[in-house]
């Protein structure tokens, strides 16, 4: 079994990816500067110096629907019917 120290790496960079994916899709950009941890990354998103510090919350999706997020990320998490993960971006 793989451990959470060696697969930590990978998810965080699979995050990463996933949240310069969205960003680009509104038009953004992010940039990697470097990956110090903590924090998880230190960027640049449209120039501007920032840092991300990834967390994760599994939840189910009863628990995530019963919850005081936004209409629209309930909605996004209904139609996925998977196990989710919160993820706490930037200063």
């Known amino acids: 079994m793989t451990s959470h120290r060696d697969l930590n790496p990978t998810h965080e960079s699979a995050v990463l990816d996933s949240y ?49 997020f936004s209409d629209e990320f309930k909605a996004e998490l209904k139609t996925q019917n998977i196990f989710s993960s919160i993820y706490v971006y930037q200063t």
């Open 20 to 68: 310069k994916n969205l960003l680009s899709s509104q038009g953004k950009v992010l940039k990697l500067i470097n990956r110090p941890d903590p924090p998880d990354a230190i960027v640049k998103i449209d120039g501007v110096d920032t840092w991300i510090e990834i967390t994760d919350a599994h939840f189910s999706q009863e628990t995530a629907v019963e919850s005081n």
